[in-house]
C-alpha cells in the first residue's frame, strides 16, 4: 500500500506525457527525468552544485546550533536573560528569514557569508525557542527531586535540567535543520550563482524543464533523508523518549 | 479467550457486584452486555418493561466525558441521539444533576471539575438516559479513598430512590459486599463463574455494616477463595515467557 | 495605577531593554559609531516609515499581501482540513497519501513556483496557489493527527450513548480534532505569510516583500527598515491575534502553548 499511490502518480504522469495528453515540454517524463538526474549527477554539475548546497547547509547549521543551544538553556534558567532577549525572539521568530538577506547583503556584501548568514537565522530563532520550552516544560518536580537527592549548581544542571530539556533540543535542531535548508535554497533561488535553488531557478528561466525537475527531486530527497533520517537517529539516541512528535 | 462458559441472571432492581483477579474478564463481560464487545457464543437476555428506553447504560472507569461539552450537555448527550425534545432533556439533566448534586455545576466543564466530581456526571449521564440496567465499570476505583467512601454512600442512596438493576464490576471486595445484594466471584484467565455469594446484611445498609460479624465472615468467606484464584493467576503468569507478554 | 506599577516592576527589562537599544543605535548613528549607510538612526527610519504611509505606498504594498494572504490561506484551510478529516478518518486513504506528502512536505515552497506557473496561468493565481502549498500541508498534518489522537474511550463512550455516523462527527470527532484543527490554521496562516514574504521577493512586482527587494535594488536602506518593520508587526499581530482568538472559540481546552 506505502509506495502504490506514489507509484501509480508516476505511471499515470509517464503515459500522459509520452502520449501528449498533458505537454511534455512542461511535464517530461518521469524515465526522461530520471535520465537527466543520473547523466548530470556523473557529469559533474549537478553533483556540484548538491555539494554547494550541502557545504552552506551544514556551516549555516553549525552557525545557528553553536549559540543557540547555550542561549535557550540560559534563558530557560536565569529568568534576566530570558526577560532581556525575549523581546526580540518575539519580533524576529514570526517573520520570514529572507528578509534578513537584503540586509546582510548591504552589510556584508554579495556573497557566501551573507547566503550563509541568512540560511543561519532561520535555524537559530528555531533551536533557542525549542531549547527555550525544553526547560520551561520541564516537570518541576524533577528538580525537586534532584535537589532532595543532593544534586546542586552545576550538578543539577548537568544531570537533570540538560537531559530533561534534551527531547526539545534535539527536536528544535531537527526543525532548525530542516527551516535552513527551506531558506537557504529560496536565497540560492533569488540570490546566488550556484546550488540546487539556483539551479531550479536557471532552468525554469531556460525552460529547460528535465534538469528543473532534476535538480527538484535532489532538493525533495535532500529534506528527506534529512527529516527521516533525523528522526530516526533521535529516536534511536534519545531511547527513553516515548513520543517524538511532529 | 477472556471469558468461557459464563451463565448470570441478575434479578429486576438487583444491585449485583462482580470481582475476580485482574485478568479475569469483568471488565469483558461488562462489555458484552453492554454491547461494546461482541462475543464469539452466547446470549445475553435483557428484559425491557418499558419500550423506546435503552436497555443498558454504562459508567465507565475513566468517566469518559466529552471535554468539550458542558457538564449538562454530556448528560443530556444520550437523549439527543434518541431525538428527545430539548425541553426534557433540560428537565431530565436539572433532574439527574440534581440527584448526584452537581446542580450549580451544569454550565462548568469537565477539565474544571475533580475526579469524584466527574464520575458524578458520568453516573448523571447514565441515569438519564433510564436505561433497564445500570452498568458500572470500576467506577471509583480512580479516585482517592475518602472520596470514594462519599461516592459509595451516594451510590446507596441512588439506587435506593430510582431501584435500578445494577450490574457493578469492582476489584474490591470490602466495596462489593458494603453495596451489592449478591456478588459473582470470577475464576482467573479464562474467567468462569466460581461462586455466587448472597450478601445477607440487610439494608438500607450503610458504612457501619463493615463493622458487624456477619460482615467479618463473609468478607473472610470470599476473600479466602478468591486468594485462591489470585495465586493461580499468578502462578499461570511465571509459567509463561515473560518476552511473550509484552508483545 | 497600581497594577500598572507592578507590572511595570515585573517586566522592567523586557520593555527597558529594546528601548535602551535604540536609544544606544540612535546615538551611535548620529555620531558615525554605526555606519549610518548600512545602520540608518530609528528615528530616520520612523520618518521613512511615516512618508510610505502618507503618499500610500506602503497601503498598496501591504493591502496587495493581505489580499494574496487571505486567497491562500482560505485555499490552504478548505482543502487541507477537508482532506485532513479524510485521512484521520479512513485508514486506507491515510496510508496511500502520507509517502506522497511526505517527499513533498519538506520541498521549500518557492520551488513550486515554477511547476505551478506551469500548471495555471502564471501572475497572480501561481503567486497564490505557491503561497497555498506549505499551509495546505501543515493543516492537512494536524487535522490527521487531532481525529487520529481522540480518546477511543470517548469515542466507545459515545457510540455508547448512541451517536452514530453523522451524529459522531458532528458530536465528538469534530469537536475533538478542533484544538488541533486550529493549531494547524494558526501555523499554516503564520506560513502563509512567510511563504508569501519569499515569493513577493523571488517574484512580485507589488507586495511588501517586492517592496522590501526593490528597496534592496535601488539602496534605499531606509525604506528596507521600514517595511522590515511593518512585516514583523504583521507576523506578531497574526500570531498573537489567533492565539487570543483561540482561547475565545475553544473554551473547554485548558490553557497550553503548543509550542
Known amino acids: 500500500m506505502g509506495v502504490a499511490v506514489p507509484t501509480a502518480v508516476l505511471v499515470l504522469w509517464e503515459i500522459f506525457s509520452r502520449l501528449g495528453i498533458v505537454s511534455p515540454r512542461y511535464f517530461p517524463a518521469p524515465t526522461t527525468v530520471a535520465w537527466t538526474l543520473a547523466d548530470r549527477l556523473v557529469a559533474g554539475d549537478l553533483a556540484g552544485d548538491l555539494l554547494v548546497t550541502l557545504t552552506r547547509l551544514a556551516l549555516a547549521f553549525a552557525l545557528a546550533a553553536l549559540p543557540a543551544v547555550p542561549l535557550g538553556l540560559l534563558m530557560g534558567i536565569a529568568r534576566p536573560v530570558r526577560d532581556l532577549v525575549e523581546p526580540y525572539l518575539a519580533f524576529v521568530f514570526p517573520v520570514p528569514k529572507i528578509t534578513l538577506l537584503p540586509f546582510l547583503l548591504i552589510i556584508l556584501g554579495v556573497g557566501e557569508p551573507a547566503f550563509v548568514l541568512t540560511g543561519a537565522s532561520s535555524a537559530f530563532f528555531q533551536i533557542v525557542i525549542s531549547t527555550l520550552a525544553g526547560v520551561q516544560t520541564m516537570d518541576p518536580r524533577l528538580v525537586e527531586v534532584g535537589r532532595n537527592y543532593g544534586a546542586h549548581g552545576p550538578r543539577l544542571f548537568w544531570k537533570v535540567i540538560l537531559p530533561a530539556a534534551l527531547p526539545a533540543i534535539f527536536t528544535g535542531l531537527r526543525l532548525g535543520l530542516g527551516l535552513s535548508l527551506v531558506t537557504l535554497v529560496a536565497v540560492e533561488f533569488v540570490a546566488a550563482k550556484s546550488g540546487l535553488g539556483h539551479l531550479v531557478y536557471r532552468h525554469w528561466q531556460m525552460l529547460s524543464t528535465p534538469e528543473m525537475y532534476a535538480a527538484f527531486a535532489l532538493v525533495g530527497a535532500l529534506g528527506l533523508v534529512l527529516t527521516r533520517g533525523l528522526r530516526a537517529l533521535q529516536a534511536r539516541v534519545l531511547t527513553w523518549q516515548e513520543d517524538i512528535g511532529v | 479467550m477472556a471469558l468461557d462458559r459464563i451463565s448470570l441472571q441478575a434479578h429486576a432492581g438487583e444491585f449485583l457486584c462482580i470481582v475476580g483477579p485482574s485478568g479475569s474478564g469483568k471488565s469483558t463481560l461488562l462489555r458484552v452486555l453492554a454491547g461494546l464487545h461482541r462475543q464469539s457464543a452466547g446470549d445475553v437476555h435483557i428484559q425491557a418493561d418499558r419500550p423506546g428506553t435503552p436497555l443498558t447504560a454504562m459508567v465507565f472507569q475513566e468517566h469518559a466525558l466529552l471535554p468539550w461539552r458542558t457538564v449538562r450537555d454530556n448528560v443530556t448527550f444520550g437523549l439527543e441521539n434518541r431525538g428527545v425534545g430539548r425541553a426534557e432533556r433540560e428537565a431530565r439533566a436539572r433532574e439527574m444533576l440534581a440527584m448526584v448534586g452537581l446542580a450549580r455545576f451544569a454550565q462548568h466543564y469537565p477539565h474544571q471539575l475533580s475526579g469524584g466530581m466527574k464520575q458524578r456526571v458520568g453516573i448523571a449521564r447514565a441515569l438519564a438516559n433510564d436505561p433497564e440496567v445500570l452498568l458500572m465499570d470500576e467506577p471509583l476505583a480512580a479516585l482517592d479513598a475518602q472520596t470514594r467512601t462519599i461516592m459509595q454512600e451516594e451510590l446507596l442512596r441512588i439506587w435506593a430512590t430510582l431501584g435500578k438493576t445494577v450490574v457493578y464490576v469492582t476489584h474490591s471486595l470490602e466495596e462489593a459486599l458494603l453495596l451489592g445484594d449478591r456478588v459473582v466471584l470470577l475464576t482467573a484467565r479464562p474467567g468462569r463463574v466460581s461462586q455466587i455469594y448472597p450478601v445477607d446484611l440487610g439494608r438500607p445498609r450503610a458504612l457501619e455494616v463493615r463493622a458487624s460479624p456477619a460482615y467479618g465472615a463473609l468478607l473472610e468467606k470470599i476473600w479466602s477463595r478468591l486468594r485462591e484464584e489470585v495465586v493461580r493467576a499468578m502462578e499461570a503468569d511465571r509459567g509463561v515467557d515473560p518476552e511473550a507478554i509484552g508483545g | ?259
Open chain 3, 1 to 259: 495605577m497600581r497594577a500598572v506599577g507592578r507590572w511595570l516592576g515585573e517586566r522592567w527589562i523586557t520593555i527597558g531593554s529594546p528601548l535602551t537599544v535604540l536609544v544606544l543605535w540612535e546615538w551611535a548613528s548620529a555620531t558615525g559609531l554605526l555606519r549610518a549607510v548600512f545602520f540608518p538612526r530609528p528615528s530616520t527610519i520612523a520618518g521613512h516609515l511615516r512618508d510610505l504611509a502618507m503618499d500610500g505606498t506602503l497601503w498598496g504594498h501591504a493591502a496587495t499581501t493581505l489580499v494574496r494572504i487571505g486567497w491562500s490561506f482560505s485555499l490552504a484551510a478548505i482543502l487541507g482540513v477537508a482532506i485532513g478529516l479524510a485521512m484521520g478518518l479512513w485508514r486506507r486513504l491515510r496510508e496511500g497519501l502520507d509517502p506522497v506528502f511526505a517527499v513533498i512536505y519538506p520541498i521549500p515552497s518557492v520551488l513550486f513556483l515554477p511547476l505551478v506557473s506551469f500548471l495555471v496561468p502564471p501572475g497572480e493565481i501561481a503567486l497564490v496557489v505557491t503561497t497555498a502549498v506549505t499551509s495546505f500541508f501543515l493543516i492537512a498534518f494536524t487535522t490527521t493527527h487531532g481525529v487520529r489522537q481522540i480518546d477511543r474511550l470517548v469515542v466507545e463512550a459515545a457510540r455508547h450513548y448512541g451517536a452514530r455516523g453523522w451524529r459522531l462527527f458532528a458530536a465528538v470527532l469534530l469537536p475533538g480534532a478542533l484544538p488541533f484543527i486550529f493549531t494547524g490554521l494558526r501555523l499554516g496562516l503564520g506560513f502563509a505569510l512567510i511563504v508569501v514574504v519569499a515569493v513577493e521577493i523571488v517574484s512580485a512586482s507589488r507586495g511588501l516583500g517586492a517592496l522590501l527587494w526593490l528597496s534592496w535594488q535601488v539602496l534605499k536602506v531606509e525604506d528596507m527598515y521600514a517595511t522590515f518593520f511593518v512585516i514583523a508587526l504583521l507576523g506578531a499581530l497574526l500570531s498573537y491575534g489567533l492565539a487570543a482568538l483561540r482561547a475565545r472559540l475553544l473554551p473547554w481546552v485548558p490553557d497550553a502553548g503548543d509550542r
